[in-house]
Every structure is written in C-alpha cells, then in structure tokens.
C-alpha cells in the first residue's frame, strides 16, 4: 500500500499523522510528494491518496482514522 501527502497539506498539520501511520502499519510507503495536483482540496481539507482513493478529512485526526480504517479494512481483505 501507498500512502502520498502532499508537502503543503502536511505543513497545515498533518507531521503527526505521517509519523503516526508510519508507527503504527506494515508494509506502507509513506510519500510526501511537492504537490499531489488537487490545489484545491490541499488549500480547504486534509487529504492523502491510499493506492487509488482520495480520502479526505475536517481535520488531521479525522483523516488519520479514514486511512487506519482503509488500512484495515485492506488488511481483512488479504487475510481471506
């Protein structure tokens, strides 16, 4: 799985949860990219991109849990 920040997305708030998704997942690759070319939605809300899907959120401990939640739910999907 790869997660991609953008740089101006990440200096808004989002260092800790990089940090923390790095703590706390296997087999992720965490990148933090110049720009992700959604100006607008770096410049009104946190995002990354997890593989293909956008996931958004009101704040950096919202977008944290959406991409956990991803990650497991992908986790669940490769066990069975």
Known sequence: MEIFFCENNVSKGLESVVQKIEENTTDVEVVVEPCLGHCTDCEETFFATVDVEIIY?????ELYEKIMSYY????????Y
């Not at 959120?57 to 401990?61: C, R, W, Y």
């Open 57 to 61: 959120g009101d704040t950096p401990n």
């Open 72 to 79: 497991n739910e992908s986790i669940d999907e490769l066990e």
